[in-house]
């Protein structure tokens, strides 16, 4: 009979040599405070380091699938910019539920009427599309102009 008994290594590994994936208990996880400011930022960029805030990449106990990363408020979202023709081009659409119920806005128009929806559909389509993603969202307010009702979290400003 050809073959490896249970006792025999693995490649270079012994049984007993075999790292585990360090998973945070809820008591070790801190969820802190972060103010982004989107004034003169790029969409694309900010939605990426907000996403990443979001889901603690940034954070040396970064586990996928645990929610390690801090709350983030975003503010002065009117003021962002994009390149290109992005403001004219770009549209974003929903549907009322009802036949032929689809709906169109463009970019500048949604910037004019809800700017906050802009930065949470950008960063949406960074995060997962699941129950994980859904509580992610969550975390993250967003503010049209530079004044935000959280004052009390001590927000930490963020480049």
Do not use: C
């Not at 002065?76 to 974003?92: C, H, S």
């Not at 949470?120 to 049209?144: D, E």
Request: glycine letters at 8%.
């Amino acid at each position: 009979m050809t073959g490896r008994r249970s006792d025999q290594p693995v490649g270079n590994l012994e049984k007993d040599d075999v790292q585990k994936t360090y998973i945070p208990k809820k008591s070790e996880i801190s969820n802190e405070w972060v103010l982004v400011d989107a004034k003169d930022k790029y969409l694309g960029r900010l939605a990426t380091q907000v996403a990443s805030i979001l889901l603690g990449k940034n954070k040396p106990s970064f586990t996928p699938g645990v929610e390690t990363g801090d709350f983030v408020i975003v503010i002065n979202a009117e003021n962002i910019k994009v390149t290109g023709n992005k403001l004219e081009d770009k549209i974003y659409y929903h549907h009322s539920g009802y036949p032929s119920g689809i709906k169109s806005i463009t970019l500048r128009q949604q910037l004019a009427k809800r700017p906050e929806r802009v930065i949470r559909s950008a960063v949406w389509g960074m995060l997962p599309h699941n129950k994980y993603g859904r509580s992610l969202i969550k975390k993250m307010k967003v503010y049209a102009g530079p004044e935000h009702p959280h004052s009390m979290q001590n927000p930490k400003p963020v480049e």
